[in-house]
């Protein structure tokens, strides 16, 4: 199905929204249908006995036998969901053999609703009435308070594969407490959705360390969840029982289009598998002056500002040797965030072949030939953008008038141990 992903995307979408409109399983024959057409019509005969089963979906077949007799807490959200569309915590709730008593939330909240940055209280389940304790609030790790009780605790949400996006920094620093307090810790792996072959940007240097810049992974990380735990686990030395509950018939160069995985938006901003693949570069922008399009339709398939010179920054990245993408002018004025109100000029990107994009050459290209051709209004933050790329080579060597070609070289050679090291991780 490689290449047809977009068609796929689109009709997928129709029928992730039965599910998001609340219709539920009266509806599953309507989304067996829609799947079983996609499959018919030239993208894949064998899909629909061979759609992606999430680590939810085994530990449902299996009867969650991992659970039984545990008191259970989980760290999840609203992208936990089964191939039936129902919540991880509602799954567990109604399950006769599991005992949940405490519920985490990550950035973004529980329902996912919340802006990024936004920080969240601690609340109850309405339907369940389970505690939820906020891990973007007060506390950004689990206290010992919040583990009383606890036999195992669940990792289960959606990442996008890129590592600022906070998801599995929350893992992280969850499985290093769930380590001193003695509880087992599962991950009920997902799809990496962009897709678990290609590498992007530097590995984390150990002198850059935030909630955004924690795992010691390059930007784009090429792990799901469950093999990030794998590694975090070995190169944190943690004394932990870890349990990763493995998905079927998910292959490393799918994208998330390809799995029929039902499709909830993992954050506000993140609305498409296009804006998962670009968000590994146009996430970076967010460490400049630079709208990449919050407050707008399409965030994160478009970057712009009221002062940038966008038609020559478009003519020059439609000459780079920059793949699977097109680019046009188009300007935009942002609802909310960096420039709200203001029509801003600026490139909107539309993904042709999503093998073969590469977000972080688009970043570093951008950023090169905004410096060029608008180095009094752009602003690019040093201690943010090492942050985001992960060491302090992009900032000076862009300062030192490197082109972009060795500063992506300069990438390669950074990440190359990382590659090597990441093969015993790997369970697909």
Not at 20 to 46: D, E, N, P
Not at 260 to 284: D, K, M
Not at 401 to 409: C, Q, R, T, Y
Not at 413 to 421: C, G, I, M, P, V
Request: aromatic fraction near 12%; hydrophobic fraction near 40%; include cysteine.
């Amino acid at each position: 199905m490689k290449n047809n992903g977009f068609l796929f995307d689109m009709k997928a979408k129709k029928a992730a929204a039965i599910f998001s409109r609340g219709y539920g399983l009266k509806h599953m024959a309507a989304f067996l249908f829609l799947v079983y057409g996609i499959c018919l019509t030239g993208y894949g005969i064998s899909c629909a006995a061979n759609l992606t089963l999430t680590g939810l979906d085994i530990l449902e077949r299996n009867d969650f036998n991992i659970l039984k007799e545990k008191r259970v807490g989980i760290i999840t959200n609203h992208s936990s969901v089964d191939e039936r569309g129902k919540n991880a915590v509602d799954a567990l709730y109604e399950s006769e053999k599991v005992n949940l008593v405490a519920i985490f939330s990550p950035e973004h909240g529980f329902r996912g609703s919340e802006e990024g940055g936004v920080i969240i209280n601690n609340s109850s389940d309405p339907v369940t009435g389970i505690p939820i304790y906020s891990l973007y609030g007060k506390n950004q790790r689990p206290s010992p308070e919040m583990f009383k009780g606890l036999d195992i605790l669940v990792f289960d949400i959606q990442d996008i594969g890129a590592r600022f996006y906070t998801y599995l920094t929350t893992m992280g620093y969850a499985m290093e407490e769930a380590a001193k307090s003695n509880i087992e810790f599962v991950v009920l792996d997902r799809p990496n959705p962009i897709g678990g072959v290609v590498i992007e940007g530097p590995a984390l240097d150990a002198s850059v360390n935030a909630f955004t810049a924690y795992l010691s992974v390059p930007v784009r990380h090429a792990f799901t969840a469950g093999e990030m735990a794998l590694f975090h686990k070995e190169y944190k030395k943690l004394e932990l029982k870890l349990t990763v509950v493995k998905m079927e018939n998910w292959r490393r160069e799918m994208f998330f289009d390809e799995t029929a995985v039902v499709w909830t938006n993992p954050s506000p901003n993140i609305r498409s598998v296009q804006a998962e693949i670009l968000y590994p570069g146009l996430g970076c922008f967010e460490a400049t002056n630079i709208s990449v399009g919050r407050g707008t339709d399409t965030p994160f398939l478009w970057f712009g500002a009221p002062w940038m010179k966008a038609g020559k920054v478009v003519k020059k990245l439609a000459g780079a040797p920059l793949k699977g993408v097109t680019f046009r002018f188009e300007e935009r004025t942002p609802a909310k965030d960096v420039y709200e109100g203001k029509k801003c000029r600026g490139v909107a990107i539309a993904v042709t072949d999503p093998s073969s994009v590469r977000a972080l050459d688009i970043f570093v290209y951008a950023a090169y030939y905004l410096r060029k051709y608008n180095k009094k209004d752009f602003v690019l933050r040093a201690e943010e953008i090492k942050k985001m790329t992960g060491n302090a080579r992009f900032w000076e060597m862009l300062e030192a008038g490197e082109k972009p070609e060795a500063i992506l070289a300069g990438f390669e050679k950074d990440n190359a141990a990382y590659r090597t090291a990441r093969l015993k991780y790997l369970l697909y």
